[in-house]
């Protein structure tokens, strides 16, 4: 367990091994839960992308029309690691 200190003015400096097994970044940020009896839950903020965003993500890159067939069997490799 990692023991934090915080400052006069309520401010934590996490360790680099703490960040990076969060995987935060500089100019990363923190999501904080807080739990009953005073505990709370850390994790690294993870952006929310829009379908709009993912649908306009190639736009103008290739001019290939893929079928739904071909989109499917990215997506599957894609979470599968194969990708």
Same mark, same amino acid.
């Given at each position: 367990?990692?023991? +934090?200190?915080?400052?006069?003015? =309520?401010?934590?400096? *996490?360790? %680099? $091994?703490?960040?990076?097994?969060?995987?935060? $970044?500089?100019?990363? %940020?923190?999501?904080?839960?807080?739990?009953?009896?005073?505990?709370?839950?850390?994790?690294?903020?993870?952006?929310?992308?829009?379908?709009?965003? *993912?649908? =306009?993500? +190639?736009? =103008?890159?290739?001019? %290939?029309?893929?079928?739904?067939?071909?989109?499917?069997?990215?997506?599957?490799?894609?979470?599968?690691?194969?990708?």
């Amino acid at each position: 367990m990692a023991a +934090l200190t915080v400052t006069t003015r =309520g401010q934590v400096t *996490f360790r %680099k $091994e703490v960040l990076q097994h969060l995987g935060i $970044e500089p100019g990363g %940020k923190i999501e904080v839960d807080l739990l009953p009896d005073g505990r709370a839950s850390l994790r690294a903020e993870r952006p929310q992308g829009t379908i709009a965003g *993912f649908i =306009g993500l +190639l736009a =103008g890159r290739t001019s %290939k029309v893929a079928t739904l067939e071909e989109l499917e069997d990215a997506a599957a490799q894609g979470w599968a690691g194969l990708g």
